[in-house]
């Protein structure tokens, strides 16, 4: 069995298609996955999605890329995760790339979901990109230790991958494992250990090699295990049987 431990499937390029993804995650042994909320106002659609499906769950937060304006309270997400189907909060994190200026909406937008993690003791699912540093420092100052969660899309170096696991967190790999030029990131693949490993796919971006640029699916999560396992001299077995049981170890669900 596998799991898609981050995908987006409520997104509109999948309306209709439900019964489609579902399928083909059977048929790869893709037994669950974790719809992770983006944007408050999208909520009601990853939870339905959650409450519908039996092997999907939902997690509640803010993407960092959403607009400074799109805030977020520790209670609005406190109280939409006390739902059983809620596994975490987030995505939430902090992203550089895009963003020009003073950002400190998004620190603060970061500490809130932190705060909000410890106060309803579910785990934090973090996005990080060109912002390193200062993932890692408010991570340290909001105590994120407390809830522990997961450092998704993975593509920091060992150094960083080695701090989060010293806070409790696991480490995710996408289809960027897949990818050519991908050096650095295959390299923190085989290192980490596998306790901490888990697979995603980030659907419906970063579709695995051979299907790079397409419209990604969770059971494309197969080719990224495929590719750790590869790297790591493991069958592909014991990969799935090992971020499985750290998935659902993580997010303290019964497997
Ligand atoms: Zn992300
Ligand atoms: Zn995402």
């Known amino acids: 069995m596998l799991v898609d431990s981050h995908c987006h499937i409520d997104f509109e390029e999948y309306a209709g298609r439900m019964p489609q993804i579902l399928a083909d995650m059977t048929r790869s042994e893709v037994t669950h996955a974790l719809c992770v909320c983006v944007n408050l106002a999208d909520f009601s659609r990853v939870l339905s999605l959650a409450e519908l499906h039996s092997q999907l769950f939902a997690s509640v937060g803010v993407h960092p890329d959403r607009p400074a304006d799109d805030a977020t309270g520790v209670d609005d997400l406190v109280t939409r995760a006390a739902h059983p189907k809620v596994v975490a909060i987030g995505e939430t994190g902090l992203d550089y790339y895009r963003q020009d200026g003073d950002v400190e909406w998004q620190r603060k937008r970061f500490r809130t979901h932190i705060r909000a993690a410890r106060a309803c003791g579910k785990p934090l699912i973090v996005h990080t990109r060109d912002a390193g540093p200062d993932t890692l420092r408010i991570m340290r100052e909001e105590r994120a230790d407390q809830t522990g969660g997961v450092m998704h899309c993975f593509t920091e170096t ?21 990818f050519k030029n991908a050096h650095a990131v295959r390299e923190v693949a085989r290192a980490v250990p596998l306790e901490r490993l888990l697979v995603e796919t980030d659907s419906p971006y970063l579709a695995p090699v051979p299907h790079r640029g397409k419209t990604n699916e969770p059971a494309w999560v197969r080719y990224v295990a495929d590719e750790i396992a590869r790297l790591r001299g493991l069958s592909l077995e014991a990969v799935a049987a090992a971020t499985s049981a750290n998935f659902f170890r993580l997010f303290r669900q019964a497997q």
């Open 158 to 178: 060992l150094e960083f991958a080695q701090a989060a696991i010293d806070m409790g967190f696991y480490i995710s790999f996408s289809g960027i494992v897949t």
